[in-house]
């Protein structure tokens, strides 16, 4: 009946000595599999642990304290979440080889005042040795235990049964997992499954980029171990803007950030959530900022572009290395415009399709319509300003007011009227790069008129 569990599970007589155990105990313990049908190697670690005390067997915090409790009282334990440390010696000769010397190893106990030394299992009445390191292979599993008692017909305890469940991979998932989204979606991720990662899905989400601003002349004259501080420092707190509103933590580049919102698991609000996390990215970096210039270190600058759409998810890579990531025109786009908060001189730059998600809440001053390179669909792109709740001051509203003026007129081919505009609009704020643009391109348009059917669309040349 042992046999037929997938958990690791050992029977134990009063005295705590091995009773049975089952194939899942023993490759638990470090039993390699053999051939289909072939149980020599499993019989021989069978003989070799059966009337063993356990807790020589499974070298585990209080584990004979746990099991008598249960053998005394009846009384049943449960304890998550426990690292079990395997120790197995290979004879001499096999030091090198892979295979079939695995059933010519014996199990090992460290000794607990000097890890380095150890007893054959078993043998713990002679002196511990300090083994050739190369003959030891430590395994290192995480398991959640159980231990109950054997009762018999009458109630009465007649042994003890302990159940290993074997969690090293959903541990190192999650382990996995914490890197790149909080623990509650990581744990409602791993809910869903192994496959939700692995499979290829098609998916509506917001990717957000950011990227450090003249990253090379900011720590050229830096020793590499003040650059790695400042960049750990950095992306410490702009990470958490990420998490705080849901967000996948996608991948570093460099110095660059890629986030995801609504990937691996959806999320309705997507849009606003990539928005608000921009905002927050651009309130921490203030704060960052602050603490740098006490230290007399120069201030970071960061520009951060948004779009939304639909993008492929999934595992993707090669068999040496894969990585759960979002590939398509939404991640292009973002990508873009984070590059086109260069050219037009403003921190955060989003899409037409990020905006009209999430325009009630948001300031935005409607930049450019634009087609990027390798693209023949122009795209509306709005500099993000603050959220709709906080008011703008009477200046900024009449220079957005000026901005947009200048920009129906500029698109209405009335290059006359909106150079007189955005030259007035430079008036109130003269270093705006985007007006600084839009009187560049206007007085070229004034000399050289576009064709009658002119979109108003701006072509970039560059990425």
Known sequence: MLQSLSDAVISTDMEGNIVTINDAALELLGCPEEESGDRTLLHTWENQLIGRPVWQVIPLEKIQSRLEDSLETGAKQYVPEQTLKINMLYPEQSIGETNGTASNCELLVADADNPDQFWLWGKTDTAPIAYPEQRIETLERSINLTVNPLTNPE??????????????QEKRMKTTLYRYMTPGVAERVMALGDDVLMRGDRREVTVLFSDIRGYTTLTENLEADRVVEMLNAYFETMVEAVFNFEGTLDKFIGDAIMAVYGAPLPLQNHAWAGVQSALDMRHRLDRFNSERLTQNQPKIRIGIGISSGEVVSGNIGSQRKMEYTVIGDGVNLSSRLEGVTKEYGCDIVISEYTYELCKEHIWVRELDRTRVKGKTHPVNIYELIDYRQNPLDSATEDFLGLY?????????????KALEIFRQAAKLRPS????????????????????????????????
């Open 404 to 416: 947009q003026d200048g920009r129906l007129a500029y698109t209405a081919m009335n290059f006359t």
């Open 432 to 463: 705006d790069r985007a007006v600084a643009i839009h009187l560049d391109r206007t007085q070229a348009y004034l000399k050289n008129p576009p064709p009658d059917n002119w979109d108003g669309v701006h072509i970039m040349t560059s990425k």
């Open 155 to 168: 109630g009465g305890v007649r042994g003890g049964l302990l159940v290993l469940e074997d969690i090293s």
